[in-house]
C-alpha cells in the first residue's frame, strides 16, 4: 500500500516543481519581451540572464525557484509604479506598410484610429459647454490583425501618405500606450 501511495506522490511532487518551473519560465519571458518592448531590457540585461542561468542551474531546488520567481515580481512590481502596464505581457503592436482591399483574404479588419492631444471626449464635452472651437483629432484608416501576439497595423486606401507618415513618427513614443488602448480589438 504505501509503495502505490509513493508512486502516487513522486509524479505529483515532480509536476509541481515542473508547473513552478514553467511558469517561473513563462513569467521571465513575458517580463523579458515588455522589458524589450518598451526599450529598458538593456538596463535590466544583466538581471535577466543571471536569472535565466539560475533558473536552468537550480531547476530541481523549488526554494531558489521560488526566490528568482520573487525576485522577477519585484521587477514587474517596480515598473507597475513606473506606471507601465504589464498585463500586455508578450503582446505587441507594430506597422507594417500598405495593404489594399485584399488584405480581408488575410484576415485583416479595419480601423478607424482618432488621435487627439488630450482626452477627445474632455475636449468634446468642453466644446459643448463653452462652445469654443476644438482642434480635430489625427485620423488613421488602417487595416489591423492580430498575427501571434502581435496587433499588425497596416495604412488603408483611405489613409494619406502624410496621414501614415504622421502616425510613424508618433508610434515609436507612444507605441505602449496605443497597444494598451487597441489590446482589446
Not at 485583416?108 to 459643448?128: M, P
Request: glycine share 4%.
Amino acid at each position: 500500500m504505501r509503495r502505490y501511495f509513493l508512486l502516487i506522490a513522486m509524479p505529483t511532487l515532480f509536476n509541481r516543481i515542473a508547473e513552478s518551473i514553467s511558469s517561473t519560465w513563462l513569467l521571465l519571458s513575458d517580463t523579458t519581451n515588455f522589458l524589450s518592448r518598451i526599450g529598458l531590457l538593456e538596463q535590466y540585461e544583466a538581471e535577466v540572464r543571471d536569472w535565466r542561468a539560475e533558473l536552468s542551474r537550480f531547476r530541481n531546488l523549488p526554494g531558489r525557484v521560488r526566490e528568482i520567481r520573487e525576485s522577477i515580481v519585484a521587477l514587474r512590481k517596480l515598473l507597475r509604479v513606473q506606471g507601465h502596464d504589464l498585463r500586455l505581457g508578450s503582446k505587441d503592436i507594430a506597422l507594417e506598410g500598405w495593404r489594399h482591399d485584399d488584405a480581408v483574404a488575410e484576415g485583416f479588419s479595419r480601423l478607424v484610429l482618432g488621435i487627439a492631444e488630450n482626452d477627445l471626449a474632455a475636449l468634446l464635452q468642453e466644446k459643448l459647454r463653452a462652445q469654443k472651437h476644438i482642434k480635430p483629432c489625427d485620423m488613421h484608416y488602417l487595416w489591423y490583425r492580430w498575427r501571434n501576439q502581435v496587433l499588425v497595423l497596416s495604412g488603408a486606401a483611405s489613409e494619406t501618405s502624410e496621414q501614415f507618415e504622421s502616425l510613424k513618427e508618433y508610434f515609436p513614443t507612444h507605441r505602449e500606450f496605443l497597444l494598451r488602448k487597441l489590446s482589446h480589438i
